[in-house]
């Protein structure tokens, strides 16, 4: 099927990074969605594509634009997904997909009361090695877990203000991705038992946080943390290594692209993750469901509420 031939049109709103360097493009090679407007307070556009300042003037305008990605901060997610369901429209959210979690519960509602589609993506769960590692751990008792997502804030978000911010998450905005794997591939809930949030003087969000999880007692886990940093410079570190009862060792590497078990690579795929994210959204649009994953969103907001908050050097561009 060609773009133009049966596509369902979608909107974006917000035109940043994730939107120009992901769903842009993915949108247009999946060709199941046609990109039939932008949402821009810049005003950013596309050749043969309508640029609306406001996504009220655009829902006015664009009757056939079926399905808006809400590609903003997440701190004003809420509103404008609420805006999208009333007036008709399916939503895809991109992470985390709402500022507090009475937010999300909200969304689903008016998804459910408006029979529209809610699809709350969770990039990183839409990785070939993240369901081979699911696959792997079904059923199974987990020893240890060590979580270790270290990246240079100003290398992956450069100038952006928002991610310091209250709402913005801070070093929780890439910690949440490593959190989403988590609870796709285990096969039992972890609970935060307990969290230091490290604070740059002057800063409303974390610059990095240490966390350490318990899990049922039926799980069999002795030890669980998660490190997150965003000093890091040089070589960038996202992997995630779970060790079984019975010693197995299954390692995720390069932010869940990449699995290996016992030291053997299992599972790789080159970049992939958001044309998945579109077929995911077409398949549930067809069948007329939604997709809300909350538990990553929880896990955050348990360890903002059990977090020990201690200060650090002010953060500089
Ligand atoms: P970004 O580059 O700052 O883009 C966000 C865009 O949203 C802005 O450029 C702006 O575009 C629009 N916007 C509307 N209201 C805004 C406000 N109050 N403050 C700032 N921008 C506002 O951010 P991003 O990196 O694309 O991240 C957006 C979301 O995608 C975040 O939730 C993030 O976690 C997620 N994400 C990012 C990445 C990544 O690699 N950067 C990866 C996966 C997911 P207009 O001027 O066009 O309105």
Redesign the pocket.
């Known amino acids: 099927m060609s773009a133009s031939q049966g596509a369902r049109k979608v909107g974006i709103v ?6 120009l ?1 992901q769903h842009i493009p993915s949108i247009e090679e999946t060709q199941l969605f046609a990109l039939g407007a932008l949402v ?3 005003g ?1 556009g596309r050749p043969g594509v309508p640029t609306f300042r406001s996504l009220g003037e655009m829902l006015a305008a664009c009757p056939d634009v079926e399905a808006v990605a809400i ?4 701190d ?1 997610r809420h509103g404008l997904a609420r805006e999208a369901l009333a007036a008709g429209r399916h939503v895809l959210l ?3 997909p709402a500022a507090t979690t009475t937010e999300l519960r909200d969304l689903v509602a008016a998804a459910r009361d408006t029979r529209r589609t809610l699809f709350a993506t969770w ?1 990183s769960q839409h990785n070939a090695a993240v369901e081979a590692a699911r696959a792997r751990l079904a059923g199974r008792q987990v020893r240890s877990i060590q979580v270790t997502w270290k990246e240079d804030v100003r290398r ?2 450069p100038g ?1 203000e ?1 991610i310091w911010q209250a709402g913005g998450f801070g070093v929780f ?1 890439p910690g949440i991705n490593a959190l989403s794997i988590l609870t796709r591939i285990l096969p039992f809930p972890l609970f935060v038992e307990r969290a230091e949030l490290l604070f740059p003087a002057g800063r409303d969000t974390p610059i990095a946080a240490s966390l350490s999880f318990r899990a049922p007692a039926e799980a069999g886990l002795r030890e669980a943390g998660a490190e997150f940093d965003w000093r890091q410079e040089g070589e960038q570190t996202w992997t995630i290594a779970v060790e079984t009862a019975e010693g197995t060792l299954l390692q995720l590497s390069r932010g869940g692209a990449c699995l290996a078990v016992d030291g053997r690579v299992v599972a790789e795929e080159a970049e992939a993750e958001y044309r998945h994210i579109y077929r995911r959204f077409h398949a549930l649009i067809e069948a007329g469901e939604s997709d809300v994953d909350a538990a990553p969103l929880h896990l955050v907001a348990d360890a903002f509420l059990v977090g020990r908050r201690c200060e650090t050097a002010p953060f500089v561009w």
Do not use: L, M, N
């Open positions: 917000g035109v940043g990074k994730i939107a360097d821009s307070q810049r950013i590609c903003t901060p997440p004003i991109e992470k985390p990039h992956w978000h952006q928002w905005d």
